[in-house]
């Protein structure tokens, strides 16, 4: 089939380069031309693991071009992908869709055969039938353009991956050709018993919000409870492992550490909240806003920890940050925990220096007050502490005895329990590790 993808983000950009890959023929849509000539050169913007070799060999082949006008997407293709950001809005709580009403808009003249868009973005509910008249009415098609809303839910880290191995593939449609449509582009994908699940479009469009917002429930929990071990002596590890073999549990998500981050968990738990507040629902809204407390006092807690582990407050330390993506895997470094903690420490007196393999370039532009170290023994001379805030390999794989010549008395605070804290000891550091008992 011939597709397009309009946004080239860290959505569209994997969508595009694995719909070329399972075998269509496919052109991505971006307003920004120097991005659309770096990813016709086969150069990856943005980091993901697999997507740069990926995108090479698919705008080598000529399977997969890119370009900056909508009219030449419209000719081309019978299926379009909407994969533009949705942002917080202005109010803090809800979707701002103006990208993907902007974008079908912009489409919508140039739409004079019928056609099937597909909703990639995750949206406000009810954002599908109001996309549909939108369409109806602009385009020259008329009503034989047809909306599905088809939610993602990549990881970041992992887009490759779950593009092309997906866990479920989700359509919200309101006709049997549109789901024909959906079944002929996803064909590669079926075949590999990858679960196909059809819904009306409002129900499509909130599963994505109710997946994210439980998964930001349950990190919420877990970090709640490392708070009570914290302060009882016990070991959140350990209680960990033994309530994720429960089967209703699960250990998957369940792991304590400084708080989710990303572009996608915040804004969809905040979304799904105000979504529950305004259908009425108020448990559920009461719960979803205990889980964002939780959440936003993570930067605070940290803190605290640091500085029980120092013996003294920040104020003139010292200090650096290993990890500023939000997560390993990825440069993306929106509402990451770790600059989160990195600038709190600044705010309170620090001397920050902050370390990623990756993100160096997308923390700088984001928080350009504090200082940036490119390798890892750079990043920790003269430090007195080091606080590992995401879980890169890279920091897994860190020498400490190496490190320790570069450092006196070196106290290491491990958020995301990475380390091996004996052979850290051994080596001459004072470690202190999230939710464990200060012994340990």
């Excluded at 917080?88 to 055969?113: M, N």
């Excluded at 973005?121 to 009503?143: I, K, N, Q």
């Excluded at 091996?420 to 000891?425: E, H, L, P």
Aim: proline share 6%.
């Amino acid at each position: 089939m011939r597709v397009s993808v309009i946004g080239c983000g860290h959505l569209g950009i994997p969508h595009a380069a694995a719909m070329a890959e399972i075998g269509h023929e496919v052109i991505g849509v971006d307003q920004d031309r120097a991005k659309v000539d770096r990813l016709n050169a086969g150069e990856c913007p943005i980091y993901e693991e697999g997507l740069p070799e990926l995108l090479a060999v698919h705008t080598a082949s000529g399977r997969l071009r890119f370009s900056t006008d909508l009219t030449e997407a419209a000719a081309f293709a019978d299926v379009h992908f909407l994969a533009v950001g949705t942002p917080i809005d202005a109010d803090g709580r809800s979707y701002d869709t103006s990208q993907v009403f902007g974008a079908a808009g912009a489409l919508a003249p140039h739409l004079a055969r019928p056609c099937v868009i597909i909703g990639k973005s995750t949206v406000t509910v009810g954002t599908s039938r109001d996309l549909a008249a939108l369409l109806a009415r602009l385009a020259p098609a008329g009503e034989s353009v047809e909306v599905v809303w088809n939610p993602e839910f990549l990881r970041e880290g992992h887009a490759v991956e779950d593009s092309l191995r997906p866990d479920r593939i989700v359509a919200g449609l309101c006709s049997q050709h549109a789901e024909d449509v959906v079944r002929e582009v996803y064909a590669p994908l079926l075949r590999e018993q990858i679960p196909l699940y059809v819904t009306d479009p409002a129900t499509a469009e909130l599963i994505k919000g109710a997946a994210n917002a439980y998964l930001g429930m349950k990190i919420s929990f877990i970090n709640g409870v490392a708070d009570m071990c914290a302060a009882a002596g016990a070991d959140v590890i350990q209680l960990t492992e033994a309530i994720g073999v429960d089967p209703r549990i699960g250990r998957g998500g369940l792991n304590a550490g400084p708080g989710y981050g990303g572009g996608c968990l915040p804004k969809d738990v905040r979304a799904f909240t105000a979504t529950a507040r305004a259908l009425g629902a108020s448990g559920a809204a009461t719960l979803l806003r205990a889980a964002e407390e939780v959440n936003e006092s993570r930067p605070a807690a940290v803190l605290t920890l640091i500085e029980q582990t120092l013996g003294r407050r920040v104020e003139g330390v010292k200090a650096t940050v290993w990890g500023a993506s939000f997560k390993a895997g990825t440069n993306d470094v929106r509402e990451s925990p770790a600059l989160a903690i990195a600038t709190l420490m600044h705010q309170r007196g620090a001397k920050v220096t902050v370390h990623d393999p990756y993100a160096v370039p997308t923390a700088l532009a984001r928080q350009p007050e504090l200082d940036y170290a490119e390798g890892l023994e750079q990043s920790v001379k003269g430090t007195e502490l080091v606080v590992l805030a995401t879980e890169w390999p890279h920091f897994r794989h860190a020498d400490p005895v190496a490190l320790a010549t570069l450092v006196a008395d070196p106290v290491l605070v491990d958020l995301r329990n990475l380390l091996k804290a004996d052979t850290w000891r051994g080596a001459g550091w004072t470690v202190r590790q999230l939710g464990r008992p200060p012994a340990l």
